[in-house]
């Protein structure tokens, strides 16, 4: 017959368990340290336990916030994403607005530039060329959607206009 586990050996098991969870969800992909602490109490980890495996992922370098935020921003830039975007789906993974503007200074990005090849790549040059009210709005709309600015997007699409002009 075993002797019975003190309360410290049962919260170092659950402090285990948390970091082995943790470390299977990091397997996958990189996480938040608030990300990370949503999904391990969704699986009904306890506090406690969450914030000892928090500690030593954080002290071991598995999770870092500020890597996260400048992965996820160029990884969203990549894909055609402007700053507003990238803000705000950072803001939603727990990471504070200043790692948030660091990562987005980190990117060094011109955004009308950047605005100009998501435009490219979504839109017929018949469609850039077209200078109406409605498809101006269109794209403009476009690329709010993806999280630029109205003034990017606008002199993104006056700048591309210009050069589709023949001279």
């Given amino acids: 017959m075993s002797d019975p586990l003190t309360s410290e050996e049962l919260d170092r098991r659950a402090s285990l368990q948390a970091y082995a969870a943790a470390v299977k969800l990091l397997g996958r992909r990189d996480h938040s340290v608030a990300e990370l602490t949503r999904k391990l109490k969704q699986r009904e980890h306890t506090c406690q336990a969450i914030e000892a495996a928090m500690e030593i992922l954080l002290s071991s370098g598995y999770?870092?916030?500020?890597?996260?935020?400048?992965?996820?921003?160029?990884?969203?830039?990549?894909?055609?994403?402007?700053?507003?975007?990238?803000?705000?789906?950072?803001?939603?993974?727990?990471?504070?607005?200043?790692?948030?503007q660091d990562a987005l200074r980190t990117l060094n990005v011109d955004w009308e530039a950047q605005a100009c090849r998501v435009i490219s790549r979504?839109?017929?040059?018949?469609?850039?060329?077209?200078?109406?009210?409605?498809?101006?709005?269109r794209i403009a709309r476009f690329l709010s959607n993806r999280g630029f600015s109205p003034g990017d997007a606008l002199r993104a699409l006056k700048r591309l206009r210009r050069k589709q002009i023949p001279r």
């Fill in 63 to 100: 999770v870092n916030d500020a890597r996260y935020a400048e992965r996820y921003a160029e990884q969203r830039m990549n894909q055609g994403y402007g700053p507003l975007s990238i803000r705000s789906k950072l803001g939603e993974r727990g990471i504070d607005a200043h790692q948030v």
């Fill in 122 to 137: 979504r839109f017929s040059a018949v469609d850039i060329s077209d200078d109406s009210q409605p498809a101006t709005a």
